[in-house]
């Protein structure tokens, strides 16, 4: 069993930044692929960076070049830093661990990043 705790959202002005933190339980987090998702009222959850266990990653179109994910084995921790934030990347902010063969997932409670112009 994987819990995942998401720390870090909060309030920003426009063009402000935000550091996203995803703390993991468990022995099993640098076999886990990590990843960040959103979901913004009346939207789908939509995969926003992720960061496999080696550690490539990848990233949605709109969100490239301005985020960036990274994870620290050491401290069971995967971050996202936002910069340049736009008020569309408002949602709630959602931590995911998957396993190699991708059939076990675990996701944190969420926290919300609010994007003021």
């Known amino acids: 069993q994987v819990q995942l705790v998401e720390s870090g959202g909060g309030l920003v002005q426009a063009g402000g930044s935000l550091r996203l933190s995803c703390a993991a339980s468990?022995?099993?987090?640098?076999?886990?692929?990590m990843a960040w998702y959103r979901q913004a009222p009346g939207k789908q959850r939509e995969l926003v960076a992720r960061?496999?266990?080696?550690?490539?990653?990848s990233y949605a179109d709109s969100v490239k070049g301005r985020f960036t994910i990274s994870r620290d084995n050491a401290k069971n921790t995967v971050y996202l830093q936002m910069n340049s934030l736009k008020p569309e990347d408002a949602a709630v902010y959602y931590c995911?661990?998957?396993?190699?063969?991708?059939?076990?997932?675990?996701w944190g409670q969420g926290t919300q990043v609010t994007v003021s112009s």
């Open positions: 995911n661990a998957r396993n190699t063969g991708g059939y076990i997932n675990y």
């Open positions: 468990g022995s099993v987090f640098r076999t886990y692929a």
């Open positions: 960061i496999t266990s080696g550690g490539s990653t």
